[in-house]
């Protein structure tokens, strides 16, 4: 992740109050970094498709307009002083685009990764850090009602990829366990002085 120093070629170490912060994005986690930003005497400018959205509320300024429109993007960042994100669902080649017009500290390669869930999971444990087991899944809408037994238990009815928002093609997939079967399988055990479920769904 490049800094504000390398971002800027050196120009900018330090980024100043009264300077404007441009947030691509403008839902609570957006909110709230504007709201500690101001507190900090930092202008904020958000681009969002909601008319008056949370970031906005509590912003200087909005673009209403969808996160990959480019033209969009392309005001935000000549009103800004350092552009970033507050979620994934962004446009990354957009953001690429306008790097040589404002300061991007965030970069983008990380956002890239966290839009595609097998690179992002592929990530994660190839930094030591465990999850739940997973595997590739190629179709997603498959009707295959059993998911892969080296991947995860048995479940009675499909399991549910993990999609990103934007809709991307590759994706991985968990298995959604039945509430029903999920309830009755915990209640046995509480039934029996146990406050934690350890017995699997009987399916």
Not at 106 to 122: C, H, M, Y
Request: positive net charge; hydrophobic residues 35%; contains cysteine.
């Amino acid at each position: 992740m490049p800094s504000l120093s390398d971002e800027t070629g050196g120009q900018i170490t330090r980024l100043l109050p009264g300077a404007t912060i441009g947030i691509v994005g403008g839902g609570q986690l957006g909110r709230m970094m504007a709201l500690a930003a101001k507190y900090m005497g930092f202008r904020i400018g958000t681009l969002d498709p909601t008319p008056d959205c949370p970031t906005a509320q509590v912003a200087d300024f909005q673009i209403v307009a969808d996160y990959d429109d480019q033209d969009a993007i392309h005001e935000l960042a000549e009103r800004s002083d350092v552009l970033t994100y507050e979620f994934e669902n962004v446009d990354a080649d957009a953001l690429d685009a306008v790097r040589d017009i404002v300061a991007i500290p965030q970069g983008t390669d990380l956002l890239r990764v966290t839009q595609n869930r097998i690179a992002e999971k592929t990530f994660i444990n190839d930094h030591g850090i465990a999850t739940a087991p997973w595997r590739p899944w190629a179709h997603a809408q498959s009707s295959t009602r059993r998911s892969p037994r080296s991947a995860t238990r048995p479940c009675s009815r499909p399991v549910k990829a993990v999609m990103t928002a934007m809709g991307r093609s590759c994706c991985a997939h968990r298995t959604i366990w039945p509430r029903s079967g999920l309830m009755r399988a915990s209640r046995r055990r509480y039934s029996r002085g146990s406050s934690i479920s350890r017995s699997r769904p009987p399916f």
